[in-house]
């Protein structure tokens, strides 16, 4: 697995707003686990930004060059 090398914590709002995932998707998500990989403490969850953008990059699909 990649070094994770940003490891700042994300409320759902911070990613709805970063990444356009909506908050609903992102709680409904949790439930079914499947998502981006969550970090609990207590009853919060927070999205590392690494793993948030892994996930994405785990869906594009096709062969897309910039």
């Given at each position: 697995?990649?070094?994770?090398?940003?490891?700042?914590l994300?409320?759902r709002?911070?990613?709805?707003?970063?990444?356009?995932?909506p908050t609903?998707f992102?709680?409904?998500?949790?439930a079914?686990d499947?998502?981006?990989?969550?970090v609990?403490?207590?009853r919060?969850?927070?999205?590392?930004i690494?793993?948030?953008?892994?996930?994405?990059e785990?869906?594009?699909e096709g062969?897309?060059h910039?």
């Amino acid at each position: 697995m990649a070094k994770c090398e940003d490891n700042r914590l994300l409320n759902r709002s911070e990613v709805e707003e970063l990444f356009g995932i909506p908050t609903r998707f992102l709680e409904l998500a949790v439930a079914r686990d499947d998502g981006p990989p969550v970090v609990r403490l207590g009853r919060l969850v927070r999205y590392r930004i690494c793993d948030v953008r892994r996930w994405i990059e785990e869906r594009v699909e096709g062969d897309f060059h910039v």
